[in-house]
């Protein structure tokens, strides 16, 4: 009756008092008895449309999408809007599979898409890591006459520059090349995604676009300064990374936290400690509000150093300004005092840890495993790998790194290469560390054949020997009077 009459509001305004305080019914029943009362499909229509905006409004996820599924059943037709609404919330809750059925079954009924639709499908590829098939769906909106606008393309460049490496980031910045071309308009958002995500692995590139961004009339604001300051930082070029801060605040741009932790992060890489504490101090009396990250870096500046009573004395700094210590704080802390050989005080934070409910993870347990090996203590430390898969940590190559290190150290090269075949069968290969590990411990045994064939495996895999290679080979091999025989491999000591 409402429907037929055209009276919308009141309509939506039962069906919200229906999903929220009354007692939920089966989509099929509410149907079905819609089905009862009128035969008129265009008004029944509306009505199933509307519930599922409803659901979708009201973040009922399941509901709204077995509505969706059922409404094709009784030959309801929906609209895109509400198809739309509910795409949205199954993105957030990433539901891909959700999201890619909705797709399908929208394109079969014939539910006209729009540029919302598409982006909205885009997107939840895109946080999926589905980038392939996120591109078939950009090719799906040429077919259906719907052109690529400037949300499309910036969803697409944060998708590939979030999986990062040289492959994702060429095709990011294509996309950008392709934007350009078919005058989507490039916007600060575009150039501050690519900026950030070059600044991970190709400071140039991030360079670069930062140029092609001025050049555009853009104007970089403080989130693209970030990316740089924080890119050069942690690549050891602090005085680079300072002449941009001093650059942005010539533009009227103010540093903010994520600046100042990121120079401090560079200084403290560098060793550079005065300056780690000056700056610290600097932005205490410039009113800038520290947080955990601040202090953190801080402490493990001071650790660094071995200076474990001022790492201390920040620690409780931070109490004083209700900033909470979190397991970063910690694992500084006990990596500190276990290079300072005090594991008394490294194990009563650990302690201290417990007691405050923080949970240790895979660094924690990666500090303590390399203490350990390194006390020659490495069947102990094996205990705690097991102890980290029963708490469902997975161990990193560092983890094994350590623990095959120290195995060898105690000349055990026997065990190592037992735990290398237990760390394949858990899905980690080998990386160069781990075969310079096993090479010297197979070499120190005067084992000089069996390291010779690791070598030759190390090289068939496709890795490439660093230093600490070569000098295993001059050290371990050659000055011992091996020469290491390297199948077809081209060997070169320069």
Known sequence: MLANDKRYPKIRSLLHKLVKHVKPVSNSAFFSTLLSFSDNSCANSIIVDMLILTYANNGMCDLAFEAFKRAGDYGFKLSVVSCNSMLVLLVKEVRVANVEFVYKVMNRRRIGFNLFTFNIVINGLCKAGRLNKAGDVVEDMKVHGVMPNVVTYNTLIDGYCKRGGPGKMYKADALLKEMVERRACPNEITYNTLIDGFCKDDLVAGMRVFKEMKQQGLTPGVITYNSLINGLCDNGKVDEALGLRDEMVDFGLEPNIVTYNAI?????????????????????????????????????????????????????????????????????????????????????????????????????????????????????????????????????????????????????PSAALT?????????????????????????????????????????????????????????????????PNIDGHLYNDS
């Open 264 to 412: 401090m992060n560079g200084f403290s890489k560098k060793r550079m400690l005065k300056e780690t504490r000056e700056l610290f101090d600097d932005i205490v009396k410039k009113g800038v509000a520290v947080n955990v990250l601040t202090f953190n870096t801080l402490i493990d500046a001071y650790c660094k150093a071995g200076k474990m009573e001022e790492a201390m004395a920040i620690r409780d700094l931070m109490s004083e300004r209700m900033v909470i210590p979190n397991v970063s704080t910690y694992n500084c802390l006990i990596g500190g005092y276990y290079r300072k050989g005090n594991k008394e005080m490294a194990n009563k934070l650990l302690d201290e840890m417990e007691e405050k409910s923080l949970k240790a993870d895979v660094v924690t347990y990666n500090i303590r495993i390399d203490a350990m090996c390194k006390n020659a203590e490495t069947r102990k430390a094996v205990r705690l790998l097991d102890e980290m898969s029963e708490k469902g940590l997975i161990p990193r190559h560092v983890t094994y790194n350590a623990l095959m290190a120290g195995y060898c150290g105690e000349g055990n």
């Open 419 to 483: 735990l290398r075949r237990r760390m394949e069968k858990e899905g980690k290969s080998p990386n160069v560390v781990t075969y310079n590990v096993l090479i010297k411990g197979l070499c120190e045994k005067g084992k000089l054949e069996e390291a010779n064939g690791l070598l030759n495996e190390m090289l068939e895999k496709g890795l490439i020997p660093n230093r600490i290679t070569y000098d295993i080979i001059k050290e371990e091999m050659m000055e011992k009077g091996f020469v």
